[in-house]
């Protein structure tokens, strides 16, 4: 079983929308969850960090951690052409312990 | 600008040749990652260095592949006797925060082609 898993997508919405990105990981030991988006040709960029379970926001933006059924969304709101990218999941165990990346969604935002 | 560097942006190479990849971290950043990513795929772990702890090699996915941090600051990957499967792009990522690693900063990536 990988340590996280993520749907792959492509995923296509129209501008406005509201998306919701999905990942599950399989160990409880997880305690830092991240998500990164790629630009094609581009390296990842942080977009949204949280510590264990709960909510954060920022602008559209929304992260959710359900540490019970170890599930983590992304949410946008407002969905914008420039949103279009790959979104990664990252988790980690110990501040100082390696990240390990879910295989991304690919999210195109439709005009 | 300060942000991570990678050399070369593009490498191509024949099979069986050595290559050398580069990273140049932000300055005064602890821990360093290579990350490989292959057309479509997510991005696989190879190499983890943090401070002077002995590095966390269990993602090389064979002998071909080393990486060394010289004086904690730029690193090289280096894959022997390349194949066509260790065609991808490459990863280097750096995090602050004193060497924690909830907020990592990558570099572009250098793309490797294996004819």
């Known amino acids: 079983q990988k340590e996280v898993e993520q749907d792959p997508g492509p995923l296509s919405v129209p501008e406005g929308a509201i998306v919701s990105l999905n990942c599950t990981y399989s160990?409880?030991?997880?305690?830092?969850f991240m998500w990164y988006r790629q630009y094609s040709r581009k390296g990842p960029e942080l977009l949204m960090y949280?510590?264990?379970?709960g909510n954060k926001e920022d602008g559209r933006f929304t992260a959710q951690v359900d540490k019970s059924s170890k599930y983590i969304s992304l949410f946008i709101r407002d969905s914008q052409p420039s949103d279009s990218a790959t979104y990664l999941c990252?988790?980690?165990?110990?501040?100082?312990?390696?990240?390990?990346f879910g295989p991304g969604t690919s999210l195109s935002v439709i005009p | 600008g300060a942000g991570v560097s990678q050399s070369p942006s593009n490498k191509v190479t024949e099979k069986g040749k050595d290559v050398e990849l580069r990273c140049d971290p932000i300055?005064?950043?602890?821990?360093l990652y290579w990350y490989r990513q292959s057309l479509g795929q997510g991005l696989e772990f190879l190499i983890y260095?943090?401070?002077?702890?002995?590095?966390?090699k269990s993602g090389l996915p064979s002998d071909r592949f080393s990486a060394e941090r010289t004086g904690g600051s730029v690193s090289t990957l280096t894959i022997q006797r390349t194949q066509q499967e260790d065609s991808a792009v490459y990863l280097c990522?750096?995090?602050?925060?004193?060497?924690?690693?909830?907020?990592?900063?990558f570099g572009s990536g250098t793309q490797l082609s294996v004819l």
């Open positions: 990522a750096s995090s602050s925060q004193g060497g924690r690693s909830e907020k990592l900063f």
């Open positions: 160990n409880s030991a997880f305690q830092y």
């Open positions: 949280t510590y264990s379970s």
């Open positions: 990252a988790i980690l165990k110990t501040s100082y312990d390696k990240v390990i």
């Open positions: 300055s005064g950043h602890t821990a």
């Open positions: 260095f943090q401070g002077n702890s002995a590095p966390d």
